[in-house]
Nanobody, 123 residues
Framework: QGQLVEFGGGLVQAGGSLRLSCAAS????????MGWFRQAPGKEREFVAA????????DYADSVKGRFTISRDNAKNTVSLQMNSLKPLDTAVYYC????????????????WGQGTQVTVSS
């Protein structure tokens, strides 16, 4: 059974940066598209970024374009999310997800999920 574990969350001031990482195991995740989603209190889970299995294609939510960068290292079975110029609205639990097939903006289309890591941006 596949497993995803996120780490790197924490508390940061507005304008600061954080780097999230997701370690994958138990499956050949190098052939899976990977995504990052987030969920703020009282809100639905929303798409943040996704990357194809090869790393050659990426997609971002409009709210994070130009500030966040998704990347992957298939040799290490990891996917990362570099977050710059953070805003209080970025505060949420961030989840890593894997999908067998093309990447997607829809959470329901992902097969595996991590437990989430909290990101808090103070003003």
């Amino acid at each position: 059974q596949g497993q995803l574990v996120e780490f790197g969350g924490g508390l940061v001031q507005a304008g600061g940066s954080l780097r999230l990482s997701c370690a994958a195991s138990g499956r050949a995740f190098e052939y899976y598209a990977m995504g990052w989603f987030r969920q703020a209190p009282g809100k639905e889970r929303e798409f943040v970024a996704a990357i194809s299995w090869s790393g050659g294609s990426t997609d971002y939510a409009d709210s994070v374009k130009g500030r966040f960068t998704i990347s992957r290292d298939n040799a290490k079975n990891t996917v990362s999310l570099q977050m710059n110029s953070l805003k209080p609205l970025d505060t949420a639990v961030y989840y890593c997800a894997a999908r067998s097939g093309p990447y997607s903006d829809y959470a329901d289309e992902y097969d595996y999920w991590g437990q989430g890591t909290q990101v808090t941006v103070s003003s």
